[in-house]
């Protein structure tokens, strides 16, 4: 009997001990399971962190530089502005004393890129005064907060002949003007 006893003892010991290993494999699997979520959730938390992080990067600098940004957008022509720029440049022209025609205001597109979101505004002017007038008016488009850039700057000298002065042969210049052409290329906003 003690034999069978035995016997039954080993038997029960077996199962258990399979039953355990099996319970054990089970709690394993799960483990690994969870484990795999977690770490994929930690993996997401690290990734969000940084994306957070980088948010809060580009706000900071976005404030830094709100400044110099400003600047940049007053150096270029509105997207709506375009005929208020050409009359700014008609009235410096005025103002200066000379007598002013606008030729040509048209976009670049010869040189424009795809995607950009500016555009080149084309320009060119007559201008017609005194030899300091003329220079002035240069130097103030110069020093305009605009980005300019001069394609082609043409001055002759005219000269006006006083019509009372005949009877001589020689004709008589009274008054010496001079015609300035310019053409220019701005930076615009589409």
């Known amino acids: 009997m003690n034999n069978y006893r035995s016997k039954i003892i080993f038997y029960?010991?077996?199962v258990c001990v399979l039953?355990?290993?099996?319970?054990?494999?089970?709690?394993?699997?799960?483990?690994?399971?969870?484990?795999?979520h977690i770490a994929t959730l930690t993996t997401d938390?690290?990734?969000?962190?940084?994306?957070?992080?980088?948010?809060?990067?580009?706000?900071?600098?976005?404030?830094?530089?709100?400044?110099?940004?400003?600047?940049?957008?007053?150096?270029?022509?509105?997207?709506e502005a375009t005929a208020d720029f050409v009359t700014t440049l008609e009235?410096?022209?005025?103002?200066?004393?000379?007598?002013?025609?606008?030729?040509?205001?048209?976009?670049?597109?010869a040189n424009q890129k795809e995607n950009s979101s500016f555009e080149l505004l084309?320009?060119?002017?007559?201008?017609?005064?005194?030899?300091?007038n003329n220079m002035l008016f240069l130097?103030?488009?110069e020093t305009l907060p605009y980005k300019i850039d001069f394609t082609r700057v043409l001055i002759e000298?005219?000269?006006?002949?006083?019509?009372?002065?005949?009877?001589?042969?020689?004709k008589t210049v009274t008054q010496v003007s001079w015609r300035q052409n310019v053409d220019m290329v701005v930076l615009k906003k589409k």
């Open 91 to 109: 009235q410096y022209a005025a103002l200066g004393g000379l007598d002013v025609e606008t030729n040509l205001v048209d976009i670049d597109n």
């Open 45 to 79: 938390l690290r990734s969000e962190n940084g994306r957070e992080q980088r948010l809060r990067s580009m706000r900071a600098l976005l404030a830094d530089t709100a400044g110099d940004r400003a600047a940049i957008e007053n150096y270029l022509v509105g997207s």
């Open 122 to 132: 084309k320009i060119s002017m007559k201008t017609e005064g005194s030899w300091v």
């Open 157 to 170: 000298k005219v000269s006006a002949i006083d019509p009372n002065k005949q009877g001589s042969n020689s």
């Open 139 to 141: 130097a103030r488009l």
């Open 12 to 14: 029960i010991s077996i």
């Open 19 to 36: 039953a355990s290993v099996t319970v054990c494999v089970g709690l394993l699997k799960i483990i690994e399971k969870k484990s795999t």
